[in-house]
């Protein structure tokens, strides 16, 4: 209901944001998302390629049927519907598969099409919560990229000016001895790159490799993932402070409809206290306009 008020026409707005209507929408989703996939096999594209692309055309339109219907539930307010970013998103792709894949606009078609398999994300609030969580934490990744970018370049500077001579391939300059290192970090055959040093240096070597790896495995990442949890958290404290604002909201138009309903109720009281003073009004007249007539008939 609360997803509902949103709406000027509250109908379509009822039957967009219906479970039904959302589960077919992801259903058609994820087949768009096979037919992708299916499209890749010449195979499948000689045998079915006419009832895959009129397939693929009906989706399509669907999904631009279900774009209108959206659009219109916001009734003349439909500016507010591209105050949603996920809104904005499902829009520009919709738009983007009505290109025709020819010509220089080939390359956008078909990188429309792959972006359709991305809207799942419009219909799945965990998932939109995810994401926010990642973009809160790009910020906040720059300054451990930033320490990470350090620790490389202090270690390949060392490693270029310790092991430079026992393994020029590996050491010989700086951008060799960081790409070193890079694969150091991905723990992917650091042993087969240690042997050699430490035929070298028996003991500095070992320190070198172990000390690098620690920091950069066991330290940075673990920094990275410290980051996007924090993400995470902020994401959850901002949908908990928009769930809390528009239930206020609610609150609000609930108050200001009682405030309206009891302002027609005063009139109306307004009204019949007019209407009686009114009538006793006439009635005192009437009695007034009589007095006279019982005297004249007493006389009489």
């Known amino acids: 209901m609360e997803a509902v008020r949103q709406y000027e026409n509250r109908a379509l707005g009822k039957l967009v944001e219906s479970s039904w209507f959302k589960t077919t929408c992801l259903i ?27 397939l693929e055309e009906g989706i399509i339109w669907f999904f631009a049927l279900e774009l209108v219907m959206r659009l219109g539930a916001y009734g003349k307010r439909w500016p507010a519907f591209f105050a949603s970013g ?47 969580a990642l973009l809160k934490s790009f910020s906040s990744m720059g300054y451990v990229g930033l320490l990470l970018s350090i620790v490389f370049y202090v270690y390949g500077v060392v490693g270029v000016t310790i092991f430079a001579s026992a393994d020029p391939e590996r050491f010989g300059s700086l951008g060799a001895s960081c790409m070193t290192l890079f694969q150091v970090l991905t723990l992917e055959g650091w042993v ?19 000390s690098f790896i620690l920091l950069g495995t066991m330290i ?13 958290s902020e994401a959850q404290a901002d949908l908990l402070l928009e769930k809390a604002r528009k239930e206020g909201d609610e609150v609000r138009d609930t ?27 006439l009635l005192k007249s009437a009695a007034n306009d009589a007095d006279p007539r019982r005297e004249r008939l007493k006389a009489v």
Do not use: H
């Open 28 to 54: 058609l989703i994820g087949i768009s998302a096979v037919l992708l996939g299916l499209e890749t096999s010449p195979t499948m594209q000689a045998q079915y390629g006419q009832p895959l692309d009129v």
């Open 220 to 232: 940075v990442l673990n920094l990275f993932i410290g980051v996007i949890v924090n993400g995470m």
């Open 86 to 132: 996920w809104n904005t998103f499902d829009f520009i792709v919709v738009a983007l598969c009505f290109i025709p894949a020819v010509g220089a606009l080939s390359a956008v078609a078909r990188l429309a099409r792959v972006l359709r398999a991305l809207r799942v994300v419009s219909f799945l609030p965990n998932l939109q919560l995810l994401i926010e």
């Open 192 to 210: 087969d790159v240690l042997a050699p040093q430490q035929a070298a240096y028996p003991v500095l070597a070992p320190l070198y490799f172990v």
């Open 255 to 281: 108050l200001r409809e009682v405030e309206n309903q009891v302002g027609r109720l005063r009139m109306l009281l307004d009204k019949r206290e007019s209407d009686l003073a009114q009538a006793r009004q």
